[in-house]
Structures are given as C-alpha cells and as structure tokens.
C-alpha cells in the first residue's frame, strides 16, 4: 500500500508543476514593497555585496518561503487522503469544527494547533477540507522542503520557513511582508504554538516569536477582529513514538530526508487506533484592543488546548498501569480502575471519546497493537512498553496533576487540616501551572474547594470534620504515583540550586535531568520525558518571576532562601529518594 500511495501522490503533484501566475505575482509585489526595497538597500550598502545580488538573495528566499495553493491538488489528494487516514486510524473523532463557520465569517482566523507527530498538518487539513472550510496557510519548517512531500505541502498552502531568522534582517522583513499580505488577504493561517513536535507528550512552553509577529501583522491591517483557534490533537499510537524514544534515549535527532520519508512509508500499513481533534475555546480580539505580551497570549493558548483535550483509551491505560517494569495488574482489577478514573474525569469536566470503548476493548486494542503485553489474566509491560507509554500518559498529566498532588499532601502530612491543604496547593499551583499549562478554571479562587468536594463525594477522600484523611481507593495510589514524579523533579531543581546557588543555566538543566533520571531508574522506574530538559526551563521562568533568582543571561542566581521549600519538599517525598539524591549529587 504505501508504495501504491507515494506513486499516486507523485502523479498527481508531477501533474500540475506549473507555479500559479498569484504566487508569481505576489512575489513581484513583496521584492517590490518599500520596506523590503528599504531593507536590501541597507544590506548592500553594509555587505559591500552588488544590489543586484542582494535583490536575487530575496527573490531566492521568497521562491522558498512562498506557499502556493492549488485547489485541484487538494480536490485530488482529498479521497487519497482519506483512505490514508482512516487506514491508520479507524477511528477518528472531530469536535467543535461547526463553529467555525460562524467564526469565519466575523473573525480573522489562526489555527494554533498542538504539535505530537506529523500526521497534524494532514489531520487538521482533512477536517478543514471536509467540513467544507476554507484550508489554511500553514507555516512548516524548511526542513520538510524535500524533494515530492515539499511540493504536496506547498501545493496544499504550507509556506516553508527558518527555524531562527530574527539575526537575518533581510529574510526577517520578507517573512513579515508576506505575513501581512496573507492577513490582508483574509486568508486563514496555521502554525504549531509549541513550535517543533513534543518528544514527552506534554506540551511544551509556547514559542511567541511566530505569535508575536502574527500579532503584529494583525495590528497593522486591523480591518477585522483576530480569532485565536487551540485544537487539541491526540492519538492512541502516534507513529514516531519508537523514535522520540530513540532521542529521548540520547540518539541524535534523525534530520529529515527522501529516504527516511521513503523508510517511513512502511507506517502507513499500520493499523493506529485512534486520533481526536477537538477544537478549544477561541480566543477573540477587537481591532484596536490593548493587547498582553505575546507570551501570555501562548500559554493562554495552551491553556485552552489542554482544557479541550479528549481522554483517549490508550492515555487512560496508561495512567492506570505501574511504572516499574516487574510488576503485573489483574485485568479484571484494571478493567474495575478504568471505570472509576472515567467516573473522575467526567467530574473534572475532561472529554471522553463518544462513543467511548468499553474497558475490555481498550485492553485488547492496546495488546493488540504491543503497547501491553498479557500473560493469561496478567497484563505486564516490558521496559520498551513502559518507556513508550509516558508520552500517552503524559498527555493527561494537566488534567490529573491536582487530584494526585491533593491525595499526596493529605497522604504524606499525615491528616492535614483543609486549610493546610489548601494553602500548600496554591502556593504550588503556579509552579504546576507553568510545568503543565493547567486549563484556565483551574485557577479560578473556587478552584480547590471544588476539586477537594468531589474527591470527597466519590469516595478518594475522607473529612474528618476539622482533617481530611485518605481513603482506601483503588485509584488513590494510582493518581498520587501520577503526581509525586512532576514534586519530585521540581524539588530536584531547588535542591541542586540550594548547593549551587550560582550555575550556568544549561548546566543547571543538565544536572537535574540526569539526577532525575537516576532516581527513577534507580526506584525502577521508566521516566524518559526527564530527558526533555524543555520541561524545567518553565519552572525556572517562574522561580524568577517570584522573586527566588535571577536569570540573566545564560547565568541562574539564586536571591532568597530555598530552605523553607526544601523542607516542604521533605516532608512530602520519600526520604528513600531524597537519600538517594544527596549522595548521587555528592559523586557529580
């Protein structure tokens, strides 16, 4: 099939090679604004180099950077791709795409996706295409401007660009021209918030680079209202998993190529599960509207697409299932903890798939697919299964995180007060938030009294009037299991900054995640995200922004005392790893 499938695609893009005369005309016109004019002036009075070289520089770039869209491409790929996606994912669910329709016709639209597997650009242009809207132009990176799949994409709307250009003033004014030109155009643009894939299955702290010029194009034009569109992505088997392994694993990351797409074709017979597209709550701005920075724009945004992520089978097993390799679950008793952890996303306001797999089918889909394995009644992970399944698990975290780091306080203190929980909670609840991009309603000041009344109505907690105290529940360890590694790694953090208060910030990061790795080996467990240093660098931000240290170029000064959040953070964690800790810092 996946021969069958590249040959189809390489006729029907050899089929309509011509470049369109609205792309060659909107060329001429970027080369021609002044600005741009202005620019290449500037740049060969300070290079010494010939106008004329500079001016066929740009025409070089534009020729790169340029989408062109061709409507009877797409028509002809459409049922191509369809077959494509359903093969690999029988079950694909789409919510929240009527709306824009509505939206479309009062709004600027920018679709600001998650980012998990290169399956994202064709999903979302599918469901756009299907659902009869007009397709987006979406910014790729250069890196997939390869031979055969760089034609489809342009051809599709994709623009190819830098990954980093802000030092190159020339290609940073044509990329703003041609932003503004798209925008005056009214046409729908697309680009991933996080920037590059997400190697953990977390999301990974917003770029505002590509946002804040976007904004500042939106700005200029102001002829109509902006509508920020998050959409959630998920999969029950996303294709590059074995690969973000490999990275996470120490591997370098593999620079894409004609062969590899050509070695990757083989995914395509794979049978995947599911993929889940939900769109969140757009965020709409009025032309002339005060405007936050950027970078509070992109975690809102993130924010929005975590609070619309639907629950998949896989993500729910994997949050079920131990992390230390040797151990073994009943069936019968995971079939029993799904039920319960669906009763408590429900309560939580987290989507479930609709409609949603019976318990059973989850298992033997996730069997069926190697991602558990089965002894008889048994279900048992081998190392491989129980690295692979952090990333699914991973992306539930946001959801989660609360009720586990609220059963571990009460777990941990020993029948706390309620205001003691709560106080400990909040005083948490940035840091946690900066990490995972917790959805907005939980942040709200009712936040914790809600979320402590429904662990109490479904059984997880117990009030002893004044004290709360954990109840024998099945999933009681299991979500505190979920919360204790995102407590440890940030304490982690304060404790090597408590020894080094003055650290490079790369060697800061490199630190913890190498500890952190060891103390999860080490208690036998599989935690290959820690190996993403991305996911400390918003802690650190925060550590900041409160005043803790300072962070000014490359160089991590710590400015208050850290004792008081050691201390915390002995009393919550296992001194077993603390221990541990202590002495593996002492040998490095």
Same mark, same amino acid.
């Given at each position: /099939?996946?021969?069958?499938?590249?040959?189809?695609?390489?006729?029907?893009?050899?089929?309509?090679?011509?470049?369109?005369?609205?792309?060659?005309?909107?060329?001429?016109?970027?080369?021609?604004?002044?600005?741009?004019?202005?620019?290449?002036?500037?740049?060969?009075?300070?290079?010494? /180099?010939? @106008?004329?070289?500079?001016?066929?520089?740009?025409?070089?770039?534009?020729?790169?950077?340029?989408?062109?869209?061709?409507?009877?491409?797409?028509?002809?790929?459409?049922?191509?791709?369809?077959?494509?996606?359903?093969?690999?994912?029988?079950?694909?669910?789409?919510?929240?795409?009527?709306?824009?329709?509505?939206?479309?016709?009062?709004?600027?639209?920018?679709?600001?996706?998650?980012?998990?597997?290169?399956?994202?650009?064709?999903?979302?242009?599918?469901?756009?295409?299907?659902?009869?809207?007009?397709?987006?132009?979406?910014?790729?990176?250069?890196?997939?401007?390869?031979?055969?799949?760089?034609?489809?994409?342009?051809?599709?709307?994709?623009?190819?660009?830098?990954?980093?250009?802000?030092?190159?003033?020339?290609?940073?004014?044509?990329?703003?021209?041609?932003?503004?030109?798209?925008?005056?155009?009214?046409?729908?643009?697309?680009?991933?918030?996080?920037?590059?894939?997400?190697?953990?299955?977390?999301?990974?702290?917003?770029?505002?680079?590509?946002?804040?010029?976007?904004?500042?194009?939106?700005?200029?034009?102001?002829?109509?209202?902006?509508?920020?569109?998050?959409?959630?992505?998920?999969?029950?088997?996303?294709?590059?998993?074995?690969?973000?392994?490999?990275?996470?694993?120490?591997?370098?990351?593999?620079?894409?190529?004609?062969?590899?797409?050509?070695?990757?074709?083989?995914?395509?017979?794979?049978?995947?599960?599911?993929?889940?597209?939900?769109?969140?709550?757009?965020?709409?701005?009025?032309?002339?509207?005060?405007?936050?920075?950027?970078?509070?724009?992109?975690?809102?945004?993130?924010?929005?697409?975590?609070?619309?992520?639907?629950?998949?089978?896989?993500?729910?097993?994997?949050?079920?299932?131990?992390?230390?390799?040797?151990?073994?679950?009943?069936?019968?008793?995971?079939?029993?903890?799904?039920?319960?952890?669906?009763?408590?996303?429900?309560?939580?306001?987290?989507?479930?798939?609709?409609?949603?797999?019976?318990?059973?089918?989850?298992?033997?889909?996730?069997?069926?697919?190697?991602?558990?394995?089965?002894?008889?009644?048994?279900?048992?992970?081998?190392?491989?299964?129980?690295?692979?399944?952090?990333?699914?698990?991973?992306?539930?975290?946001?959801?989660?995180?609360?009720?586990?780091?609220?059963?571990?306080?009460?777990?941990?203190?020993?029948?706390?007060?309620?205001?003691?929980?709560?106080?400990?909670?909040?005083?948490?609840?940035?840091?946690?938030?900066?990490?995972?991009?917790?959805?907005?309603?939980?942040?709200?000041?009712?936040?914790?009294?809600?979320?402590?009344?429904?662990?109490?109505?479904?059984?997880?907690?117990?009030?002893?009037?004044?004290?709360?105290?954990?109840?024998?529940?099945?999933?009681?360890?299991? @979500?505190?299991?979920?919360?204790?590694?995102?407590?440890?790694?940030?304490?982690?953090?304060?404790?090597?900054?408590?020894?080094?208060?003055?650290?490079?910030?790369?060697?800061?990061?490199?630190?913890?995640?190498?500890?952190?790795?060891?103390?999860?080996?080490?208690?036998?467990?599989?935690?290959?995200?820690?190996?993403?240093?991305?996911?400390?660098?918003?802690?650190?931000?925060?550590?900041?922004?409160?005043?803790?240290?300072?962070? @000014?170029?490359?160089?991590?000064?710590?400015?208050?005392?850290?004792?008081?959040?050691?201390?915390?953070?002995?009393?919550?964690?296992?001194?077993?790893?603390?221990?541990?800790?202590?002495?593996?810092?002492?040998?490095?």
């Amino acid at each position: /099939m996946a021969r069958v499938y590249l040959a189809k695609l390489k006729r029907i893009v050899s089929g309509d090679v011509l470049e369109s005369s609205a792309r060659r005309r909107l060329i001429h016109l970027l080369l021609a604004d002044e600005r741009v004019q202005a620019q290449i002036h500037r740049q060969a009075e300070q290079t010494g /180099m010939p @106008l004329l070289s500079v001016e066929s520089e740009a025409l070089k770039q534009l020729n790169t950077l340029c989408a062109d869209f061709s409507p009877s491409v797409v028509e002809r790929l459409y049922p191509l791709f369809s077959l494509l996606l359903h093969h690999l994912y029988p079950r694909i669910e789409l919510r929240g795409l009527n709306t824009l329709h509505d939206i479309g016709r009062t709004h600027q639209l920018v679709y600001l996706p998650t980012h998990r597997s290169h399956i994202d650009y064709l999903l979302i242009s599918w469901a756009l295409y299907r659902e009869r809207l007009p397709l987006p132009q979406v910014a790729a990176g250069d890196n997939l401007n390869l031979p055969l799949l760089g034609p489809i994409l342009r051809r599709g709307g994709a623009f190819f660009m830098r990954r980093r250009f802000l030092d190159d003033p020339l290609y940073t004014q044509l990329f703003r021209r041609y932003l503004s030109q798209l925008l005056e155009g009214d046409k729908p643009l697309e680009f991933f918030i996080e920037g590059g894939r997400s190697r953990t299955g977390r999301l990974l702290p917003a770029r505002r680079g590509l946002l804040g010029m976007t904004l500042d194009a939106w700005q200029e034009q102001c002829s109509k209202p902006l509508a920020l569109i998050p959409i959630s992505i998920n999969y029950d088997l996303c294709l590059e998993n074995s690969q973000y392994l490999r990275e996470l694993g120490g591997q370098p990351k593999k620079q894409e190529s004609l062969a590899g797409l050509i070695g990757a074709a083989t995914n395509l017979l794979r049978r995947c599960g599911g993929a889940y597209l939900n769109l969140g709550e757009p965020l709409l701005l009025e032309p002339g509207q005060q405007l936050p920075p950027a970078e509070q724009i992109g975690q809102r945004m993130l924010q929005r697409s975590n609070a619309a992520t639907i629950a998949t089978p896989l993500a729910r097993l994997a949050c079920l299932l131990p992390g230390q390799i040797e151990a073994a679950v009943q069936r019968a008793d995971l079939v029993r903890r799904l039920s319960l952890l669906n009763q408590l996303l429900r309560e939580l306001g987290v989507a479930l798939p609709h409609p949603d797999p019976c318990a059973e089918e989850i298992i033997a889909d996730a069997i069926r697919r190697h991602q558990i394995s089965a002894m008889g009644e048994r279900l048992i992970l081998t190392d491989r299964q129980a690295a692979g399944l952090c990333f699914y698990r991973n992306g539930l975290s946001h959801a989660l995180i609360l009720p586990g780091m609220m059963l571990l306080l009460v777990a941990r203190l020993g029948s706390p007060s309620k205001s003691t929980v709560t106080r400990l909670l909040r005083a948490l609840l940035p840091y946690l938030n900066a990490e995972l991009h917790l959805p907005e309603h939980y942040l709200q000041d009712s936040a914790l009294a809600s979320l402590r009344n429904r662990l109490l109505q479904l059984g997880l907690l117990v009030d002893d009037t004044t004290h709360l105290r954990l109840a024998e529940h099945p999933l009681a360890l299991t @979500l505190i299991r979920l919360a204790e590694p995102v407590l440890l790694r940030q304490y982690l953090l304060i404790m090597v900054l408590e020894q080094q208060p003055s650290i490079e910030e790369s060697q800061l990061l490199e630190l913890v995640s190498r500890l952190a790795g060891h103390i999860h080996l080490w208690y036998g467990y599989q935690a290959p995200d820690y190996a993403d240093k991305r996911q400390l660098a918003p802690m650190l931000k925060q550590l900041d922004r409160d005043g803790l240290l300072s962070l @000014l170029q490359g160089v991590v000064e710590v400015t208050r005392e850290l004792k008081p959040l050691v201390r915390t953070g002995q009393k919550l964690l296992p001194p077993v790893l603390l221990q541990e800790a202590a002495r593996w810092l002492q040998r490095h």
